[in-house]
């Protein structure tokens, strides 16, 4: 069965420090995407970034980038150069490949404040 | 905006009730989901819809149903309503299997 973890509930960052947001998962799958979402206090969910099993580059947009250690299991998100606007939770999510039918399951969180 | 429609934002609603909340998704994609955020929780997975018909259910109750009408239109239905149903219920939708999710902005329940 699919499982998302993140194991660091909240993060205290330096505005202008660059952040690494842990992310690891379990799939039997070798077909997978991965996500990161940004959930501001407003509440609604922001799509960041997307990571494909069989890409062989990390992605990146913008500021944003996914370390992806495909051995390892791990899909972490690293923010370069953080803002007083990047506090929010950070959700990491992976969605299995079957068909049209596909769970698409997220971690519990991490809490991220930006210190000015 | 993600292009995707949730009514109502707002529902108070008493315990036993039954409310019926709404989504439509972006132009375009057939594919629709429901999650289940409760405080400061993470998103619970709920059921998935593609173009009509249920594709993968999640730990969603069953209290609970949902179903995709032939607009590509989606309703979630809660029934018997409980004090641990006040949660913030989002809907998404996507086109493709390595599209990202889209989401609506939420209906937030709060049952009394």
């Known amino acids: 069965a699919q499982k998302i973890t993140q194991t660091q509930p909240g993060m205290f960052v330096q505005e202008k420090e660059a952040v690494t947001l842990d992310c690891t998962y379990d799939t039997s799958d070798q077909s997978y995407g991965l996500f990161w979402y940004k959930q501001p206090s407003s509440g609604e969910m922001i799509f960041l970034i997307y990571q494909g099993s069989y890409d062989e580059q990390n992605a990146t947009e913008g500021r944003y980038s996914l370390n992806f250690q495909k051995a390892r299991k791990s899909a972490n998100l690293v923010i370069s150069a953080s803002q007083l606007g990047d506090s929010a939770m950070y959700f990491c999510a992976m969605r299995e490949w079957y068909s049209s039918a596909s769970k698409i399951i997220f971690g519990s969180g991490t809490r991220l404040s930006i210190r000015p | 905006d993600s292009g995707v429609t949730q009514t109502p934002k707002h529902l108070i609603t008493a315990t036993g009730q039954r409310v019926t909340l709404r989504c439509s998704p972006r132009?375009?994609?057939?594919?629709v989901y429901w999650y289940q955020q409760s405080l400061d929780q993470g998103l619970q997975f709920l059921i998935q819809y593609y173009n009509g018909e249920e594709r993968a259910k999640g730990n969603i109750l069953e209290r609970f149903s949902a179903q995709q009408f032939p607009d590509l239109h989606s309703e979630l239905n809660l029934s018997s309503l409980e004090l641990g149903d006040s949660a913030l219920y989002f809907c998404a939708s996507t086109r493709a299997a390595d599209s990202p999710l889209h989401f609506g902005n939420g209906t937030r329940l709060t049952v009394t």
């Open positions: 132009s375009g994609d057939l594919s």
